[in-house]
């Protein structure tokens, strides 16, 4: 019995292995594809938010994968500190519910940032978070920064730091 199991399972490969070689492929010379890739390797991307530490605002420098669009960092700004950043003491004034963000740029360098709660119940610290998070990320720095929310405005203001 053990002699007709092992010769079923030679003709089974023997048959796999006619199969796969007739596929068709024909062998052919080195295909010449031009010039390995050079140049210089694509910045790694930063993202920089402004995190409460001790009362005081402190830059916090995280990697980033892709470009990101300002209202996206000012979502993560609003999202908290990682676990981490948890870790070594960091928090934030800005409430999640503040977001979602509009950016709009403004006249001689100046951007506004709409928030989707009142400006006015926002801490002094939040409206520093989001005017220096905002400066760090726009991709020419702002004169200033002007926050709004609910028709409601915080003076315009630079990143004090």
């Given at each position: 019995?053990?002699t007709?199991l ?7 490969g023997?048959?796999?292995l ?17 010039d390995?890739?050079?140049?210089a ?19 916090v ?9 300002l ?8 999202a ?19 977001g979602?963000?509009?950016?709009a740029?403004k006249p001689s ?26 400066a760090?990320?726009a ?6 920064v ?10 315009p ?5």
């Amino acid at each position: 019995m053990r002699t007709g199991l092992a010769r079923r399972m030679l003709a089974a490969g023997l048959v796999s292995l006619v199969a796969v070689a007739g596929c068709g492929v024909r062998p052919s010379d080195v295909i010449p594809a031009g010039d390995p890739p050079s140049g210089a390797v694509a910045p790694t991307m930063k993202i920089t938010l402004y995190l409460v530490k001790n009362g005081r605002l402190s830059a916090v420098t995280r990697p980033g994968g892709r470009p990101m669009f300002l209202t996206d960092t000012l979502a993560l700004l609003a999202a908290g500190p990682t676990a981490m950043e948890q870790a070594d003491g960091f928090t934030t004034d800005v409430p999640p519910e503040a977001g979602p963000f509009e950016v709009a740029a403004k006249p001689s360098g100046h951007l506004e940032v709409t928030l989707s709660t009142p400006a006015s119940e926002l801490s002094t610290l939040a409206v520093q978070q989001i005017v220096c998070t905002t400066a760090a990320t726009a991709p020419e720095s702002p004169a200033q920064v002007t926050v709004v929310g609910a028709g409601q405005g915080v003076s315009p203001r630079d990143c004090p730091g």
